[in-house]
Structures are given as C-alpha cells and as structure tokens.
C-alpha cells in the first residue's frame, strides 16, 4: 500500500515541498480575500446607511474614504508607529510595488509613495462590495508615464471618474455625474468642475498635470506587468499604452482588457499573490507527477 501511495514523493521530496507550501499560500491568499471582504463590507454597510439613491451611495464612499489620511510606509520611518502596526508596515515597506490590500488600507491608513493608490484600491473595494462594478484607472502624461490613480465606477451605463485622493467627482451640464468620456472631450466642463471644487473645499487641483485625456485602466496585465519590470524581466513600462498595443498583438484582446472591475475580482494584491503562487505550484505539479511515473 505504502509503495502505491508514496511513489512520486519519495522521487521529488524538495520539489514535493515546494508545491506543498505553494498550495497552501495559494489557499492562504483565498482566506485572506474573504477576509477583507468581509471587514470591508461591513464597514461599507455603516457608511451607507443614509444613502437613499445611488448617487448618494457612491459620494458617500467617496467622501469617507477621501478623509482618511494615509501613512506612507514607504516614505516614513516605521518606528512612528504603535507596535501592533509596525509588523505589517515592515511587510509592506520592503515589497517593490505598492501592494497593500483594501482592508489593511481600511484599517492601518498604510499607503505607498502617495496616497492615490491605496485609496483609489480601497474605493474600489468598497464601491464592490455595495454591489457596483468598479475599476481602478491611471491618468498618464503626454509621454505615457504613470502619473496619477483614479477610480471608475459604472453608473447609469458610462464610467463616472472618482478621485479618492481629493474626494473630487465630476458633473455634467446636465447636473447628473459625469463620464470619463464627457470630462476628456468638453475642456471646459473639467475646468468648471475644478473651479467649483476648490472654490468649495479651499483646495487647489492639479489639473495642469491631472488631465482626463490621457486615461488607461490598471488590468491585470498591467499588474502582472509591473512585478516583471521590478524583477529585472522587462526593461521599461513607461510606455503602459504602446505596451498594451504590442500585447494585444499577441494575446487575445479579452485578455488585455481584464481589469479589475469585475465584481467577482475584489483585491488586486490578494490576487496576485495567489497568481504568483499557484502558478508556479501547477508547473510543479505537472513537472512531479510526470517525472514520476
């Protein structure tokens, strides 16, 4: 019986660990989703209990989450801290990319070389666990570097623009929220929507460098992307839009276009994680499996 059961491992035990302890990362970033989703949640139910339509909906998330303020563990020395919080910003500080979840966001206000990334991820977060469709969207320069993190939501059947960093959201002519697609052809409808909200929070907008003619959403390519370019695979990814171009040319466009919006994609760094560890973990698993016959 032993001989029947036991084959294969006794073959390859260091690759056998190896898929073992993949496996289990695998399923310990699944129990970590749940687990935010169900912290983010709940907090997302409290903050829309006197929201009556839509609208008030997403503008109350908007508005709460634009009023946290943030840490950046990447800037500032963790030692400020209290102890509880030092442990996960010493994690998150020594990853290259900023890839904190939405619910240690929520909790511990860690961000990332700014503030825009972990708050546009925790909008996200919590405009889908309202039961929104919702994706995160970078605002580029004319040279197509990375500039800025904004949010997308579905509403009424167009993409309305958030942006979590200055709790700013936009309107047409009409009064109703505004697309991504109103705000990047009337000019003068995103200098109105500027003026009136620095007039009404006493804030100044960058919308000199901030434009919404020069928008591309974070897919997951572009994340999977990313993590290539800080392990030394890809030499630039400045150029997101070209990239995307010459990507679409050898993959399927479904597949170049996956973002993040899906309701069923909750937390972009849980995801990644768990693509970083059953990925290998198959490969493994074939690799033993075959050898071992």
Partial sequence: MRQRVYPKIRKHPVLFC?????CLLSIGMITLQIRSFASVRRVTQDVLLEANTSRDEVLSLLSFVS???TYDVKGRPVAELSRNKRWWA???KALPINLIPSDIVLAYHFSYTGPCGAKSRLLASMLRSAGYKARLNGLFKDDNTPLHTIVEVWLRSKWIPLDPTFGLYFENWAGDLAST????EDFTLYISNIENYERKE?????????????VSSVTVFYSIITLMKVFGLLESIDNIPDLYEELASVFPEAWINFDLGSPYIYDEPYLLFF???ITPAI???????????
């Fill in 18 to 22: 190896i898929f073992t302890g993949l």
């Fill in 67 to 69: 009023a946290i303020e």
């Fill in 90 to 92: 010493y994690i998150y």
């Fill in 181 to 184: 697609e109103e705000i990047s």
């Fill in 202 to 214: 006493g804030n100044d907008y960058p919308e000199d460098e901030y434009v919404y003619t020069n």
């Fill in 275 to 277: 693509l970083f560890c």
């Fill in 283 to 293: 490969c493994l698993g074939f690799v033993i499996f075959r050898e071992s016959k």
